[in-house]
């Protein structure tokens, strides 16, 4: 298992059946099983604001927050209203900071709960209706 190292390339080894990583050092290791449990977002994406380069306040993504970094009595302002921001914004209200802006950067849709529990009782219907029209097909 090898931990904080940035991988630049993988390739499938057919003759072999294992792996060929290389790292961002040149390093290469090879193996049976490539585990990337990465995510899908594990580069942060910052907004193109023209401009942003000559803020002069303190400034980071969320996904690189300072460990002694406090929020209190800031005026903090947070761009985007995604996953993130629904679970960071609620936390930080509760805080003694001066205020709190959202800037949301591209609709998006979120449902609620309730929308969703709405929409699974409908999924029995949903299957019965498109089975039937595979019923006659050779799968």
Request: glycine letters at 6%; one cysteine or more; proline letters at 5%.
């Given at each position: 298992?090898?931990?904080?190292?940035?991988?630049?390339?993988?390739?499938?080894?057919?003759?072999?059946?294992?792996?060929?990583?290389?790292?961002?050092?040149?390093?290469q290791?090879?193996?049976?099983?490539?585990?990337?449990?990465?995510?899908i977002?594990?580069?942060?994406?910052?907004?193109?604001?023209?401009?942003?380069?000559?803020?002069?306040?303190?400034?980071?993504?969320?996904?690189?927050?300072?460990?002694?970094?406090?929020?209190?009595?800031?005026?903090?302002?947070?761009?985007?209203?995604?996953?993130?921001?629904?679970?960071?914004?609620?936390?930080?209200?509760?805080?003694?900071?001066?205020?709190?802006?959202?800037?949301q950067?591209?609709?998006?849709?979120?449902?609620?709960?309730?929308?969703?529990?709405?929409?699974?009782?409908l999924?029995?219907?949903?299957?019965?209706?498109?089975?039937?029209?595979?019923?006659?097909?050779?799968?």
């Amino acid at each position: 298992m090898q931990f904080n190292t940035k991988v630049k390339t993988a390739h499938w080894q057919n003759d072999k059946t294992q792996w060929l990583l290389t790292d961002s050092n040149g390093k290469q290791y090879s193996s049976r099983f490539l585990i990337t449990a990465m995510g899908i977002l594990n580069d942060p994406t910052f907004p193109n604001i023209p401009g942003v380069e000559d803020f002069k306040g303190e400034s980071f993504h969320t996904s690189r927050w300072p460990s002694q970094w406090s929020v209190e009595g800031k005026r903090v302002g947070i761009i985007g209203t995604g996953a993130t921001a629904i679970q960071i914004i609620p936390e930080i209200a509760k805080l003694p900071l001066k205020s709190l802006t959202v800037f949301q950067r591209t609709v998006r849709s979120c449902k609620t709960l309730s929308y969703l529990r709405q929409s699974l009782t409908l999924l029995p219907f949903f299957f019965r209706q498109t089975g039937r029209a595979f019923e006659d097909k050779q799968l």
